[in-house]
């Protein structure tokens, strides 16, 4: 049986010229294995991943339950928040936006609320009903403003300066 060798799941016989040739066709370098095959890398913000996030939010609303979320759970409230207050999810929020956003969204619970949900949540409970009624003022008054982006609600600080004002003056509710 000299030259016989498996290659994808056939024996290729090495006897002849043709059969050599053939044998080195399908495998160039024989005796080298093949790399692996690369895993099939993990694409972030898929259509579904947002959906699964946005229900798990909902849910979490009907029952009242805040226990046990994480970081990148405000980002999907921050999706539900933006398409309850403005009719529509944000579309730049897909892909590797997603990825960078959730990463902001856990730095955000970090720097500037010292890792305390509850503190982070009601920043959001609090930008969101502002947002609602400026919003609701706009379409009345048949004007147009800003949309609160998700670098708006997680990175830059002038939505967390507001609310911080509003709860020194004891303005939250």
Request: overall charge positive; charged content about 35%; some cysteine.
């Amino acid at each position: 049986m000299m030259g016989r060798r498996v290659i994808r799941g056939q024996h290729v016989d090495r006897s002849t010229p043709a059969s050599r040739q053939l044998a080195m066709d399908l495998d160039p370098q024989p005796g080298r294995k093949r790399p692996p095959k690369k895993k099939r890398k993990h694409t972030p913000g898929t259509v579904f991943e947002i959906n699964r996030a946005v229900s798990d939010i909902e849910r979490r609303l009907k029952e009242e339950d805040w226990d046990k979320l994480k970081p990148d759970g405000l980002l999907a409230l921050f999706v539900w928040c933006h398409d309850q207050t403005y009719g529509t999810r944000p579309s730049d929020l897909r892909g590797e936006t997603w990825r960078r956003a959730r990463f902001q969204a856990a730095a955000m619970v970090k720097r500037d609320f010292n890792g305390d949900m509850d503190a982070a949540l009601a920043f959001m409970r609090w930008t969101w009903q502002r947002e609602r009624r400026i919003e609701q003022w706009r379409r009345d008054n048949n004007q147009h403003g800003k949309v609160i982006n998700w670098y708006d609600q997680f990175v830059r600080g002038e939505l967390l300066t507001k609310y911080r004002v509003d709860v020194a003056r004891g303005q939250t509710g």
